[in-house]
């Protein structure tokens, strides 16, 4: 039997080896994608670390202890948001942040339960988050200037608000009846909106003494008004309001009430009853009687002229022509 000499396939080695050569160039290149890849998120998640701290220190710069109240107070600067590193900062009482351009209110504000005062008034906010439920210790919420349009129904689950201020907001016409819940709120400033009516809920405020709804669109006053029990002070000018409800009368804490710049042709006897009525303003209505007052003194009695005085002499002037 005869041996015969091995042949080896050289093309065939070639491919091969061209094969691996390829295969580990592939594999090198790819790791040092990999390589450059995790060492530019490893510098941006440093960068990251940094820019948090310096937005963190900044944060505390704005930070004030006054009468032991912790205040976050920003005013006349740029911060058209708020950054995430606020939430480690919980234990804030107080926001003051004005003339800032904030647009939003961020939702982490579930996260500071200790906050008493939450104001953010002149700023271009146009939505309150429904987070605002969690803050069940904020005494006041002042958010006036801004451009808010509709109040979230969680607003009613803030039981410790005291002050609400959405003047100047100009476009809410309505808020939800869950804020009739609401049984420490004794002060709201509805100024410069789109009411038509006084809400269903503000009429059922249980504790409201102050309410400002001044520049809206009302024509009248609920017919239930006396409802509001513990309402002093009530500044309605510059709406359309035509005739008062005679249920008026029946509102005997009532020490405050402002019509200029409505719609009125006569003035409700009901209105000389009143036993705490002490300051009213009839001034820019069209009344149908002219009635004259003696001549003023002194500055003090011009400002009063559609004052009090006024209005007792336009009552008995009414009946004296039958048209009270």
């Not at 017919?223 to 409800?245: A, F, G, P, V």
């Not at 000389?272 to 009687?289: G, M, Y």
């Amino acid at each position: 039997m005869v041996n015969m000499p091995a042949v080896v396939c050289v093309s065939s080695f070639s491919s091969v080896r061209s094969l691996w050569e390829g295969r580990i160039q592939k594999h090198q290149e790819e790791q040092k994608l990999e390589k450059e890849r995790k060492g530019k998120v490893s510098v941006v998640g440093i960068s990251n670390v940094w820019e948090s701290r310096i937005q963190l220190s900044r944060l505390k710069e704005k930070i004030f202890n006054e009468d032991g109240r912790l205040i976050l107070r920003i005013e006349k600067e740029e911060w058209k948001t708020l950054p995430k590193c606020l939430v480690k900062i919980p234990q804030l009482q107080e926001w003051q942040i004005h003339r800032t351009g904030l647009t939003e209110i961020p939702t982490c504000i579930a996260n500071f339960t200790n906050l008493l005062v939450l104001d953010l008034s002149r700023n271009v906010i146009a939505k309150i988050p429904k987070e605002i439920a969690n803050l069940t210790r904020l005494r006041e919420l002042l958010l006036s200037y801004n451009r808010i349009s509709e109040i979230p129904v969680e607003l009613g689950q803030c039981e410790c608000l005291e002050k609400l201020d959405l003047a100047v907001n100009r476009d809410i016409s309505d808020l939800p009846v869950e804020l009739s819940s609401l049984k420490h709120l004794s002060h709201l400033d509805l100024n410069m909106n789109q009411f038509s009516t006084i809400p269903r809920a503000v009429v059922e405020m249980p504790a409201l003494e102050w309410l400002d709804m001044g520049s809206n669109k009302l024509k009248e006053l609920p017919q239930d008004i006396e409802r509001m029990e513990c309402l002093h002070t009530l500044w309605l000018q510059r709406n359309e309001i035509s005739k008062l409800s005679e249920s008026i009368g029946s509102m005997k804490n009532l020490g405050t009430l402002v019509l200029c710049g409505n719609n009125m042709k006569s003035i409700p006897v009901c209105l000389r009853d009143l036993p705490n009525l002490r300051f009213v303003n009839f001034r820019d209505n069209p009344f149908e009687l002219q009635v004259k007052l003696p001549p003023c003194e002194d500055e003090e009695e011009e400002r009063e002229l559609f004052g009090i005085q006024f209005m007792n002499a336009y009552i008995e002037e009414s009946l004296k022509h039958g048209k009270a």
